[in-house]
């Protein structure tokens, strides 16, 4: 599986986009690159994937780089909810196993 | 679609005593599931991959006499965490695959797991 950087922390105010980076640089051509976040005491919640093609659902946009070794998480208006650690993983999706590395603590402040 | 529960939500037991966790996928069969733990302020661990009707394959480092996998339909994998210790305090997470050729895992709500 891909290994993944994120940065540890972000802040975001309230009603404002959270654009979260994440590198991968040792991604390969056939391993999507998957969103998940957990809020504090629960179960991760999958927001979206993508292989190379620009993504977006009614939870977020994921832009891929072209040469796909970084990706940018989009919440559009982040609320207070949004406030999450949050997991970028590349996943080979032929049976393959979900690796969480350290993730970004999304801190959404009013 | 897609929601997978599990239980007990949390659990306190005795030193030396077993402790069973169930998961279930509600709305879809899944012939995969997975189980994690999770420390304070950690990331979640893979601890095993659980195929539906064979044995369990463990990652590194994870006891299988220890955690005992069960998954014996398309919809419920079972964790026995057995002669429990206070080392084995943790957040215990299972996530489960649709067979439907849709690759994305849905996780379960967690069990937290106490022993004293």
């Known amino acids: 599986d891909a290994k993944t950087t994120q940065p540890p922390s972000m802040d975001c105010a309230e009603g404002r986009a959270a654009n979260l980076p994440c590198n991968h640089s040792t991604i390969s051509g056939n391993e999507y690159v998957y969103w998940y976040r957990q809020i504090h005491s629960q179960g991760p919640q999958y927001i979206i994937h993508g292989l190379k093609n620009n993504e977006t659902n009614e939870m977020a946009s994921l832009i891929i780089t072209e040469d796909r070794k970084s990706s940018t998480l989009i919440l559009p208006h982040a609320t207070l909810r949004d406030t999450a650690v949050y997991y970028c993983?590349?996943?080979?999706?032929?049976?393959?196993?979900?690796?969480f590395g350290q993730g970004t603590e999304l801190s959404v402040k009013p | 679609g897609a929601v997978v529960s599990q239980h007990p939500s949390r659990v306190i037991c005795k030193s030396g005593t077993s402790v069973k966790i169930e998961c279930r996928s509600l709305?879809?069969?899944?012939?995969?599931m997975f189980w994690y733990r999770q420390f304070p302020k950690k990331s979640l661990m893979l601890m095993a991959t659980?195929?539906?009707?064979?044995?369990?394959?463990?990652e590194q480092g994870v006891e299988k006499d220890k955690f005992l996998i069960n998954h014996a339909s398309l919809t419920l994998s079972t964790l026995t965490v057995t002669s429990a210790h206070p080392e084995d305090s943790s957040f215990y997470i299972c996530?489960?695959?649709?067979?439907?050729?849709?690759?994305?895992?849905?996780f379960g709500p967690g069990t937290r797991l106490l022993v004293l």
């Open positions: 659980s195929n539906e009707g064979s044995k369990a394959t463990y």
């Open positions: 709305d879809f069969q899944a012939t995969t």
């Open positions: 996530s489960a695959r649709p067979w439907s050729g849709q690759e994305t895992q849905y």
């Open positions: 993983i590349g996943y080979y999706n032929q049976g393959g196993k979900l690796i």
